[in-house]
């Protein structure tokens, strides 16, 4: 126990010092196995957990789905995807930002990244919104809130990520993420509605178009939602395990990508050999992190912390709160991906312990992973934005970032209290 | 979170033969996740359409992703593209960043040349126990020792960058 907290008082001091996560996960995960088992186990855990890792199949969806997305942003689908959205909804006061949100939503259903999903709306939303003279706060709040979408509306990398650190099934937790992302953009359109009424001058609204010309933009984005029903359709009927889905989505987004005439054979090396690097980069971060919770285990911490809040007599749903309130803290200082890996190994066994569906923590994890990339100081999302914008002070930033973390905490309570919202779809699959 | 913005970017190859290695390994990464996406999708298309699946795709698919990494993981520590929690990195100035920069690199080196050990040996263990994949009878010990191969070309991009540090220590003035 006491092996365990110093371990991670040792690892937040060299995560603090800019140490890479998969370095610093790693380091603190061998050399603390080493004193407990010995340093000749421990060296041969770390090579065997590496070579399990790299050769996982289930985790062969992750160079799959981000080169999916990352072909589809390439084919410029993201840019038709707003314009769609925006035929529909831009005549409303706030319609530009709604249009925002459902563009990142509609993004989201073919990108695993949130980071991802807001870098390519704001380069395409913002200077929109800037045109027609949207408050900054509102634009960006709606850029950096929509983002998060991109880890809840399948397919999502942190989803991959705990799944595979929780044995827990990737296709259920896809398919478990479809009706709280809708949720999200439901609540994130009332955000902005909400912000538009009352300050009309925030969003003024654009031009109405004729539905002729709405359906003409629609017709653009139909290669999106083909994609996203071939393949999370596909995982949820059960025609395909999630990495075929992923291999056959990536495939897709390469014929569309074609298609539009829009790859040559230097970028698309360009875009596969990205893609391979983000891989890598996951993979390595995760190594790290499996040697870690090794130790973690060995040590014994879950056992004792489960043990502990058995003394304590506190009811179920309180430990969850608990969490919760744990989580949106660290999540101020934290990134999405350290989030995951440090609490995982030790949260989820006392979770699983106290009776609750792994798949139903799997997406409340991912939606306060969601809140901490928006909530100030350190929102990965709001830095994002920002290095879009230089020109907006951080203060504005935060400042239009409240509505939709409102919106966020109002949808994290209807996941909690109504486990079914969640688990209703997956319970539906075909096994 | 899959693409972590850097607060500062990484040191730029400016040495011809460091661009010419990252265009190639960068290459090979890129054929290889190309083929892993066609594997795929030519085995369930095959198997649906024509009741023919292709043989041995899932163990393909496995040691093909290994090979992805093990390529490419010199590049991601070259660019400096690992994830940080990135707290106080932007905090960071001049010279603590460099000795920083120094102590990442250290790290790095001593990490990389650790596991590229590790595997050899893991990469020996494979050969003489003649462990291989199920369908395909594809031996794993080559894929291990290019697991080796990788992690110690890993360690010399970590050298490039320990020189970099020290040239920028030696740079900023105290």
Known sequence: MIAALSSFVVLFGLLFLGLPLAFALGLVGYVAFGLVVGFTPAGAMAAQVAWDTLTSYSLSVLPLFVLMGNLVNHAGLSRDLYAASNAFVGHRRGGLAMATIIACGGFAAVCGSSLATAATMATIALPSMRRFGYAEALSTGSVAAGGTLGILIPPSVIMVIYGTMTETSIGQLFVAGILPGTLGILLYVLAVLTVVTIDPKAGPAGPRLSWGARFRALRDVWAILGLFILVIGGIYLGVFTPTEAAGIGAAGAFVIALLRGSLTFKTLVGVLAETARTTAMLLAVLVGALIFSNFINVAGLPEAIVSGIRALDVPPLGVILLLLCFYLVLGCVFDALAMILLTIPVFFPLVQGLGFDPVWFGIVVVVVVEISLITPPIGMNLFVIRSVLKDVPMTTIYRGIVPFIVADIVRLAIIVLIPAFVLFLPSQMAP | ?174
């Open chain 2, 1 to 174: 979170m899959s693409d972590s913005p850097k607060s500062e970017p990484g040191p730029a190859p400016t040495v011809p033969v460091i661009a010419v290695a990252e265009r190639v390994l960068g290459t090979v990464a890129a054929i290889l996740l190309f083929t892993m996406m066609a594997m795929t999708t030519v085995d369930v298309i095959g198997r649906y359409l024509f009741a023919r699946p292709l043989d041995g795709a899932y163990e393909l698919t496995q040691l093909a992703m290994a090979a992805i990494v093990f390529v490419t993981l010199p590049i991601v520590t070259l660019r400096g593209e690992h994830v940080t929690v990135g707290l106080f990195e932007a905090a960071m100035k001049g010279r603590v960043a460099a000795v920083r920069d120094l102590v990442i690199a250290l790290v790095a080196i001593v990490g990389c040349a650790f596991m590229s050990w590790r595997m050899a040996i893991l990469a020996q263990r494979f050969e003489r126990f003649g462990d291989e994949t199920s369908t395909l009878a594809i031996p794993l010990a080559p894929i291990a020792a290019l697991g080796a191969l990788g992690l110690a070309v890993t360690t010399l991009a970590a050298l490039v960058l320990l020189a970099a540090a020290l040239a920028r220590l030696k740079r900023t003035p105290s």
